[in-house]
């Protein structure tokens, strides 16, 4: 069974850092592309960034680049998302979903709070 | 970017009846790799359809995609009490990955 659990959210200050971590199960990690998406409290979904296979090609929205970087750890079916000068904007529910192409598996999301 | 419009926003319908859910295109989605999502309340997304048409694994037959190019449809054909939910196109054709606004679907 495919499973994909987020964790690392928290409350952070307007500047600060958070790093969030997906762990997944049940796939070979390494056949696929792995992303990030974001969901702000009471709106829609918001595409984040995304990481090839062997992490060699990364795509991130606009509003982030530059302060957001995605990585991975094939040995230890993991994804990561680090988030550097957070914004109130940040402030969202993230969930890792695995492509190819449409997501067909999602996390159960972790909260970051962007608040002072 | 590929900005996609949902509508109608809300659409308030009886269990029984038919659902028709439309998603334009600002331009046309590459390889019409359009996918529907649905999410239910403090849920994850949960995909439907892929590839405009292609019903993922698991996926009732009530659930129907169809459309190409920038206008893309989802016809829920008999609404049963678990389909009240807010449901999500995206394009996954060109960078960055886009979804539109959400059409929710509500119990009259």
């Known amino acids: 069974e495919v499973q994909l659990v987020e964790s690392g959210g928290s409350l952070v200050q307007p500047g600060g850092s958070l790093r969030l971590s997906c762990a997944a199960s049940?796939?070979?990690?390494?056949?696929?592309?792995m992303n990030w998406v974001r969901q702000a409290p009471g709106k829609g979904l918001e595409w984040v960034a995304n990481i090839k296979q062997d992490g060699s090609e990364k795509n991130y929205l606009d509003s982030v680049k530059g302060r957001f970087t995605i990585s991975r750890d094939n040995a230890e079916n993991s994804l990561y998302l680090q988030m550097n000068s957070l914004r109130a904007e940040d402030t969202a529910v993230y969930y890792c979903?695995?492509?190819?192409?449409?997501?067909?598996?999602w996390g159960q999301g972790t909260l970051v709070t962007v608040s002072s | 970017e590929i900005v996609l419009t949902q509508s109608p926003g809300t659409l308030s319908l009886s269990p029984g009846e038919r659902a028709t859910l439309s998603c334009r295109a600002s331009?046309?989605?590459?390889?019409?790799?359009l996918a529907w999502y649905q999410q239910e309340p403090g849920q994850a997304p949960r995909l439907l359809i892929y590839g405009a048409s292609s019903r993922a694994t698991g996926i009732p037959d009530r659930f129907t995609g169809s459309g190409s190019g920038t206008d893309f449809t989802l016809t829920i054909s008999r609404l049963e009490p678990e389909d009240f939910a807010v449901y999500y196109c995206?394009?996954?054709?060109?960078?960055?990955?886009?979804f539109g606004q959400g059409t929710k679907v509500e119990i009259k």
């Open positions: 331009q046309s989605v590459s390889k019409n790799y």
């Open positions: 979903a695995r492509s190819p192409g449409s997501l067909g598996y």
């Open positions: 995206h394009q996954y054709g060109s960078s960055p990955r886009t």
């Open positions: 049940g796939f070979i990690f390494s056949d696929y592309w």
